[in-house]
């Protein structure tokens, strides 16, 4: 079974400050990797995707990808209020005879405090 | 606009009933997966399909049946052999195949189906 492992939370932190959110995978040869961010009784929404070591910025957000170390994070600067959410990570698997999905973690709940 | 669309948002289900819970996409993705999430739980897969009138059994597919005869469409149906069915039923669908190459575009979701046994 190919896992996807995030810590499940609460991550709590102050406003404006900044959030890091961490996931750990199995699959040595996943190349593509996801966080979604979900609200409590909402569908989760895309917000980042990494294919290359290194970091990947996009307003507030940061992905970071290490392949030899199979970690993924997510850091979130000056963080506010409305970023308290779920967030999820995703990664890329084979499931087998060429077929390739997605194995979602579990999630890390963050609360921001104002 | 294109996107994903789950319906009803809420159903409620007698002990014994089965139920079919619609998901519909203008999107034009190639690729469609129904997902069961319980409170506090990850993501976990019943079904999914690559092309239309093809799918597989993911890893809770158990009391659940698919069918894929459109493109758009990909509906769920609960059978009563599902014991536990209360859950947050998510469809999500990908430009990717995932058939022979990775998933590189993500997916995107509906908003979702809460069904309730009562």
């Known amino acids: 079974q190919k896992e996807v492992e995030q810590n499940s939370g609460p991550l709590s932190v102050p406003e404006g400050a900044i959030a890091s959110l961490n996931c750990t995978y199995s699959?040595?040869?996943?190349?593509?990797f996801f966080w979604y961010r979900q609200y409590s009784g909402k569908s989760p929404e895309l917000i980042m995707s990494?294919?290359?070591?290194g970091d990947k910025e996009d307003g507030r957000f940061t992905a970071q990808l290490n392949k030899a170390s199979q970690y993924v994070s997510l850091l979130i600067r000056d963080s506010q209020p409305s970023d308290s959410a779920t967030y999820l990570c995703?990664?890329?698997?084979?499931?087998?005879?060429?077929?390739?999905?997605?194995?979602f973690g579990k999630g890390t709940k963050l609360s921001v405090i104002p | 606009d294109g996107g994903i669309t789950q319906s009803p948002k809420y159903l409620f289900r007698k002990e014994g009933q089965n139920v079919t819970l619609s998901c519909e996409q203008n999107?034009?993705?190639?690729?469609m997966y129904w997902y069961r999430q319980d409170p506090g739980q990850g993501l976990r897969l019943i079904y999914y399909?690559?092309?239309?009138?093809?799918?597989q059994k993911g890893d809770i597919a158990e009391g659940y049946s698919v069918s894929r005869e459109k493109k758009e469409s990909f509906p769920l149906t609960v059978t009563s052999a599902q014991k536990n069915p209360t859950a947050f039923y998510l469809c999500?669908?990908?430009?990717?195949?995932?058939?022979?190459?990775?998933?590189?575009?993500?997916?995107?979701f509906g908003s979702g189906t809460r069904l309730t046994v009562v």
């Open positions: 999500a669908s990908s430009r990717d195949r995932g058939l022979g190459s990775s998933v590189r575009y993500g997916y995107t």
């Open positions: 699959d040595r040869v996943s190349q593509s």
């Open positions: 990494i294919y290359s070591n």
């Open positions: 995703a990664v890329n698997v084979d499931s087998g005879a060429g077929s390739y999905q997605l194995t």
């Open positions: 999107l034009n993705h190639d690729a």
């Open positions: 399909s690559q092309i239309v009138n093809d799918f």
